[in-house]
C-alpha cells in the first residue's frame, strides 16, 4: 500500500476514534452498531484495515456526519500539500 494511502487511512482511523470517544463508546458498542466485528472496528481506527465506502458511511451516519468529515481539509489547502504536513504527525 502507498505511504498516502496509509496516512488518509490514518487521518480517517484517527477521526473515528475521536468520535467514538467523545460519544464514549468502546469498539465493540461502535462495532455493533455499525454491523461490524470488534476486530474489523480496532483494524480500521488503527488503519491496519481498507475501510470501505460503504462502511464509512454507515460509521458517518452513526455520528451524525457527512462522510466528508473524515477526510476534510482546511480551507484551501490541496490534498498533496496535507499529506506532506500530516506524514510528520505518523
Known sequence: MK???IILLKLIGR????????ENLS??????????????MGRIERAESNVTVETLNRIAEFFNVPITYFLKLKKGLSLTIFLTKIKHQF
Open 3 to 5: 505511504a498516502d494511502s
Open 15 to 22: 477521526r473515528i476514534k475521536e468520535l467514538r470517544e467523545q
Open 27 to 40: 469498539q465493540l458498542q461502535l462495532a455493533n452498531e455499525v454491523d461490524l466485528s470488534k476486530t474489523h
